[in-house]
């Protein structure tokens, strides 16, 4: 019997954890799901015969080496920042593992480690990262094989809420790690467009949106991801003149969200005096200048010129940042208040469905023709547990640790999902639940 453990029972493991349970008696499989928080990995299990339920601290060092020592693979599902505890101790003990996050500095540092023991740290293996790298490269390397040259590569990527389920002015739910969502583009965009480096501080990331819809989802707006200059190797790209990566969201977000990064209220590095007792309106307030004469919609309206009456305006007084409500956060930064603000807002109601959205736009010459295709695929939801984001993050880690069980993925050191034996297996098998792109081939 081969012993699987998952470390994290949070919001993407939910299809997960039901894969490999299913198949769990097919393949004689026991599977171990490790938490803080006892409850909830018994609530993943839901008593399968095959499901282990056990409390779990990551910094407890004995436990995690106990653990870890006696599985066969492990599934790191924790914070992305948590990674390298265990993939020290998987390397240390000879067991290979997957996680749907980056590849970070600190699990670079474990490769050659890991490929002289024989140890696969297969990382990125998500959504995004993960199905984004799978799809791109399907078509990239197509195109390459049948002798094209790619000129430009784009893509874009969303988590949003599903059409029959949008039903506020913002157009967007949190379906997924809210923190992150307001931490959103701090740092400075880096592509190259045409041949020309392109670098956005963060201050001006959200008004340098592009529009672009995709399939009969309507309209979206995109803003540039962090690093797009990076994928240029790790894709084999490395003359490309055009490589841009970046978020999905619905038009006119981004401009009513670029209202609190001009204010600063998505800072996270310091916090503020009486926070506990301040209300939303003396927080917004606390950002702008002493103007007794005007109220604080006058002000903000002022400060980042918008019209009282702008659909801008209305989002913003939707969320509630003008409204005399005390906050109740000690010693909370800017960031945490705007977040639990949101979080109050944005939450998914019992039966909303949430929805990934992915495009790529590949532009390539062959044989003297200029050609586009557009890859695009949408995901929605089954319900608040097996949202979308839970899907497309689940199951290709399913899959890959499946593949790494079964003896189908058997290299080592540090990698990413990059090269056609891991991703081919996947993208097909992920067909079969729906994950399928739509190609659209047109001559430019």
């Known amino acids: 019997m081969k012993r699987i453990l998952i ?35 018994e609530r993943k299990i839901k008593g399968h015969p095959s499901g282990i339920a056990e409390k779990f601290d990551i910094y407890d060092d004995a436990v995690r ?13 924790l914070p992305a920042r948590l990674h390298y505890l265990v993939a020290k101790t998987c390397v240390q003990h000879g067991k290979n593992m997957v996680t749907a996050s980056y590849v970070s500095d600190f699990i670079k540092e474990y490769h050659e480690e890991a490929k ?3 140890i696969l740290l297969l990382n990125e293996i998500g959504v ?8 791109a490269m399907k078509v990239i390397n197509r195109i390459q094989n049948e002798g094209g040259k790619l000129t430009a ?14 039903n506020n002015p913002w157009n967007y739910k949190f379906t997924w790690n809210p923190r992150n969502v307001v931490l959103a583009g701090q740092g400075t965009a880096q592509h190259i467009v045409n041949g020309k480096y392109k670098y956005i501080p963060y201050h001006k990331l959200f008004r340098r949106t592009t529009r672009l819809e995709v399939l009969n989802y309507g309209e979206f707006e995109a803003y540039p991801n962090r690093d797009s200059l990076k994928y240029r190797e790790v894709y084999g790209l490395n003359d490309i003149p055009t490589m841009v990566r970046g978020t999905l969201r619905r038009p006119g977000y981004c401009k009513t969200w670029d209202v609190f990064v001009q204010l600063g209220v998505t800072d996270d590095t310091y916090t503020l005096e009486n926070s506990e007792n301040m209300t939303y309106r003396e927080f917004i307030n606390t950002f702008l200048k002493f103007q007794p004469d005007k109220t604080v919609e006058e002000k903000l309206a002022d400060y980042v010129d918008i019209d009282l009456e702008s659909t801008t305006m209305y989002r913003l007084r939707w969320l509630g940042i003008f409204q005399n409500k005390r906050i109740g956060l000690k010693n909370a930064t800017p960031a945490q208040i705007l977040q639990q603000l949101l979080e109050e807002k944005w939450a998914l109601e019992k039966d909303d469905k949430d929805m990934i959205v992915m495009q790529h736009q590949f532009e390539y010459e062959l044989n003297g023709v200029k050609k586009r295709i557009t890859s695009s695929m949408v995901v929605e939801g089954k319900d608040t547990v097996h949202t979308a984001m839970s899907i497309t993050v689940g199951l290709p880690v399913a899959i890959a640790t499946k593949l790494i069980l079964n003896g189908e993925i058997n290299e080592s050191g540090v990698m990413i999902p990059i090269e056609p034996h891991i991703y081919e297996p996947i993208m097909k098998e992920l067909e079969d639940y729906g994950i399928k792109f739509v190609e659209e081939e047109e001559v430019i």
């Open 65 to 77: 080496v106990e653990k870890i020592s006696k599985a066969d693979i492990v599934i790191s599902m």
């Open 7 to 41: 470390i994290g029972a949070g919001l993407s493991s939910s299809t997960l954890i039901e894969y490999l349970l299913e198949n769990s008696l097919t393949y004689k499989w026991e599977v171990t799901v490790c938490d803080m928080s006892l409850e909830l990995a």
């Open 153 to 166: 590569f784009r893509s874009y990527t969303g988590g949003l809420v599903a059409p029959k389920y949008d």
């Open 116 to 118: 002289t023991r024989g």
């Open 128 to 135: 995004d990262p993960g199905i984004d790298h799978m799809s």
